[in-house]
């Protein structure tokens, strides 16, 4: 069983950046597509970018060209680069492999950014 632990979130200003950090413990992710998703209040987690095992990439629509996701399969780690930073970002932030077959969700880290 993989355990996930999200980090780097916090308080920014729009126009500003931040860079997540997602540490899997338990077992290795290098061969698992990874995404990172977010959950706004009232509103259905999404998924905003997503990283396959050879390193392909995929943003939604609404971070395409301001979001960057990576990884580090030495460190067992994902990453997430969120530049541009608007107040619709705010949201909880978590990573995961594919929702149906979800690993026990991190508690998330929590990015807010005040206009």
């Known amino acids: 069983q993989v355990q996930l632990v999200e980090s780097g979130g916090g308080l920014v200003q729009s126009g500003g950046s931040l860079r997540l950090s997602c540490a899997a413990s338990g077992n290795s992710i290098r061969l698992f597509w990874m995404g990172w998703y977010r959950q706004a209040p009232g509103k259905q987690r999404e998924l905003v970018a997503s990283?396959?095992?050879?390193?392909?990439?995929n943003y939604a629509d609404s971070v395409k060209d301001r979001f960057t996701i990576s990884r580090d399969n030495a460190k067992n780690e994902v990453y997430l680069q969120m530049n541009s930073l608007k107040p619709e970002d705010t949201a909880i932030y978590y990573c995961n492999r594919g929702v149906i077959l979800a690993w026990p969700w991190g508690q998330g880290t929590q990015v807010t950014v005040s206009s």
């Open positions: 990283i396959s095992s050879g390193g392909s990439t």
